[in-house]
């Protein structure tokens, strides 16, 4: 098994939708969570950060995590096509750091 | 813009040859890390140096190796390329190198032919 498990997708969703991501992990170790979005060929982009369970929301984007379950998501409101990209969930602690393998996301207009 | 600066942009090269891939961290940032994304496979971390020394090492190969210099930047030195290595090759850098928030450079597109 896996440390992180993250659906490859592909995932293809018309403009406007709702888009949920996941991500779930063995290590109860981990501390910090991320969600990185990857354009074509580019370079990670960190996208949220959270620390402790529960919500935290920037804009269109909501970061969920659920220690407990150890799982996490992140939500995209009102999709657009400018969002497709490969989001990758990463997690951490001091010593160590995971990503997922990411989802690559199609928003279609 | 992440701040993270990584040249040359793409390299194409033969097998058997050797190859170094440079770095410049955020300004701040004490720790660079390097990753090697190929089409197959995610993220997979190289190697980690904090302020001049190792700090972490991943799966990185024999024939691959890297340094911090004292003013932060970072190579990452790869030898007796073979095909297996065309890649992106990635640096991020961190404040404290505690694994905490990364910011990726644009990455090297390594091409072995």
């Known amino acids: 098994q896996k440390e992180v498990e993250q ?4 995932l293809s969703v018309p403009e406007g939708a709702i888009v949920s991501l996941n991500c779930t992990y063995s290590n109860s170790a981990f501390q910090y969570f991320m969600w990185y979005r990857q354009y074509s060929r580019k370079g990670p982009e960190l996208l949220m950060y ?12 909501t970061a969920q995590v659920d220690k407990s379950s150890k799982y ?38 | 813009d992440s701040g993270v600066t990584q040249t040359p942009k793409h390299l194409i090269t033969a097998t058997g040859q050797r190859v170094t891939l440079r770095c410049s961290p955020r300004s701040g940032d004490l720790s660079v890390y390097w990753y090697q994304q190929s089409l197959d496979q995610g993220l997979q971390f190289l190697i980690q140096y904090y302020n001049g020394e190792e700090r972490a090492k991943g799966n990185i190969l024999e024939r ?7 003013d932060l930047h970072s190579e990452l030195n790869l030898s007796s390329l073979e095909l297996g290595d065309s890649a992106l090759y990635f640096c991020a850098s961190s404040v404290t190198g505690l694994n905490e928030k990364l910011f990726f450079g644009s990455g090297t597109q390594l091409s072995v032919l």
């Open chain 1, 7 to 10: 659906d490859p997708g592909p």
């Open chain 2, 64 to 70: 691959f190796s890297a340094q911090q210099f004292p």
């Open chain 1, 50 to 61: 959270t620390y402790s369970s529960g919500n935290k929301e920037d804009g269109r984007f």
């Open chain 1, 72 to 109: 996490i998501s992140l939500f995209i409101r009102d999709s657009q096509p400018s969002d497709s990209a490969t989001y990758l969930c990463a997690m951490s602690n001091n010593n160590d750091m995971r990503f997922g393998a990411g989802t690559r996301l199609t928003v279609k207009p």
